[in-house]
């Protein structure tokens, strides 16, 4: 990751300098293109759908839940790895209580089409019932199929105390 981190830093860098040109003359920041506002709009349609998704959980919907989900998808998390339709089979098993919330949302793009939402839910959740952790950093891969954002991956892991 770090490594990634420090190629990213030196590709900014290396495009700043060359953007400069060797006058060292700035240029004018970038306006914002039709993609970027594009990409913000799909951003909040993926955040809304994270909702959604945490809704239909929080109600039991498997109707819901398929809506948004892709019957390929998987989960990890600390009971480990669970495909999408053993989810929804177990899905009555899932009990969360009203108040949740999906905070500090971030997403990473992979292309125009795959994006990983990554944020901190909170919240008081039951699986078969043993409690679940209060607060957990989760991440989803989203990948537009056919004009429609699906989840295909998702993963979590309980927030350090």
Known sequence: MRQVLVLALCLGLTAIANAQGTSGAATAPPRQS???MDRA????????AENKISDAI????VPAFKALVADTAWSV??????SAIDFQKNLAQVKIEPGW?????RIVWSDTNTAVHFY????????????GPEVVWASTVWNKRQGKW????HQETAAAK
């Open 34 to 36: 039709s993609a970027t």
């Open 41 to 48: 709009s799909m951003e909040k349609e993926i955040i809304a």
């Open 58 to 61: 929080a109600k039991g919907s």
């Open 77 to 82: 998390d600390a009971n480990g790895q669970m």
């Open 101 to 105: 919330a999906i905070s500090d949302s």
């Open 120 to 131: 901190k839910w909170t919240g008081k959740s039951t699986f078969q019932g043993q409690p």
């Open 150 to 153: 699906v989840a295909v991956f």
